[in-house]
């Protein structure tokens, strides 16, 4: 015993290695866990992920267990299918118009779109004295959206640019549908636990999950109702104006003699009207400067005299 005790006073470090291996070997044949462990991680649910990926990654390879309530097998997430029939697309289209009168036009565009059914998002228009512009977003039917372009380029003398961009949202959308059953279903256990929970303790964790599944379900099928109305009511940008350099297009020609010269001139009356305001304004601040160049004058004046005088007497 005393050989033990100065071997292990020796070599501490070994000793305590050894006391942790017999401890865990000791543990391992004796099945036994901490009642800590087992009640903290009977009712966590911490695998929910965040609400765009709520897929259950925690209890797909062990079971979730609740002491003296139930067991809580694991759920399997299933993969979102990549092809189908009916797809949902959420189209955008861009076009630029030329067009004789903006306000006119602006006007039939927001009636056209309210007699197919959409509506108008915003509508921005400018009067300056060169051209005036708009641009209008609406929402319009997809299925009615063939239609509508043609008659928007009705209204046009000449469409400048074109830009149709479709995104297909139908994998994120079965992605959704998948998570949301798994949520659902994992809501349901859940709530079998919450029926059969006597400790108080218990209740008030189930009730924290519950909640917890609640919000990412909610928050999931608002996603599904975004992408559902996207897809049906497909987004117009039109761009418009009585002049074509306004609008927000790429010239086919790099060199454009008439181009040239219209923004030549918009320069030279730019600056011309720089110059005006800038004599208006020193005309209006002349009750300043004016008196006070007149008293430096005539102060230069008199001291130019006395030193003419001062000469003259020598």
């Keep these: 015993m005393g050989r ?3 071997w292990i006073k020796n070599n501490k470090l070994a000793a305590f290695m050894t006391l942790v291996v017999f401890y865990l070997l000791w543990k391992n044949l004796a099945g036994i866990t901490p009642l800590s462990q087992l009640k903290s991680s009977s009712l966590q649910y911490t695998g929910m992920g965040s609400v765009s990926n709520p897929a259950y990654d925690g209890a797909s ?3 979730m267990m609740a002491p003296d309530i139930g067991i809580v097998p694991p759920i399997t ?3 979102p299918p990549t092809t189908g029939d009916e797809r949902l697309v959420v189209t955008e289209t861009n076009l630029s118009l030329l067009v004789g009168n903006v306000r006119d ?9 309210k007699d197919q059914g959409g509506y108008m998002v915003s509508s ?6 060169e051209a005036p512009y708009a641009t209008i977003i609406v929402r319009i039917p997809s299925e009615k959206l063939s239609q ?3 008659y928007f380029r009705s209204l046009a003398i000449k469409v400048s640019s074109e830009y ?12 959704l549908e998948a998570s949301l059953k798994t949520l659902q279903t994992t809501k349901t256990r859940f709530e079998e636990i919450m029926a ?8 008030l964790r189930v009730q924290r999950e519950i909640i917890n599944l609640q919000s990412q379900i909610d928050a999931l099928k608002g996603r599904q109702q975004y992408l559902e109305g996207t897809a049906k009511l497909s987004r117009v940008t039109i761009n418009m104006s009585t002049d074509e350099i306004a609008l927000p297009y790429t010239p086919s020609e790099t060199f454009r003699p008439a181009v040239i010269a219209k923004l030549a001139w918009r320069s030279l009356v730019t600056n011309l009207r720089g110059i005006a305001k800038a004599v208006i304004w020193l005309a209006v601040y002349s009750v300043i400067w004016a008196p006070a160049l007149g008293l430096i004058i005539y102060l230069k004046r008199r001291i130019s005299k006395s030193h003419r005088g001062k000469e003259g007497m020598s």
Excluded: H, N
């Design 105 to 113: 036009t602006s006007d039939k565009i927001t009636g056209f779109t």
């Design 164 to 175: 149709v961009s479709g995104t297909d949202v139908t994998d994120e959308y079965v992605d």
């Design 148 to 150: 509508t372009l043609d």
């Design 4 to 6: 033990l005790i100065t």
């Design 124 to 129: 921005f228009i400018t009067q300056p004295e």
């Design 61 to 63: 390879a062990e079971m």
């Design 196 to 203: 059969r929970a006597v400790e108080i303790d218990d209740i």
């Design 77 to 79: 997430r299933e993969s």
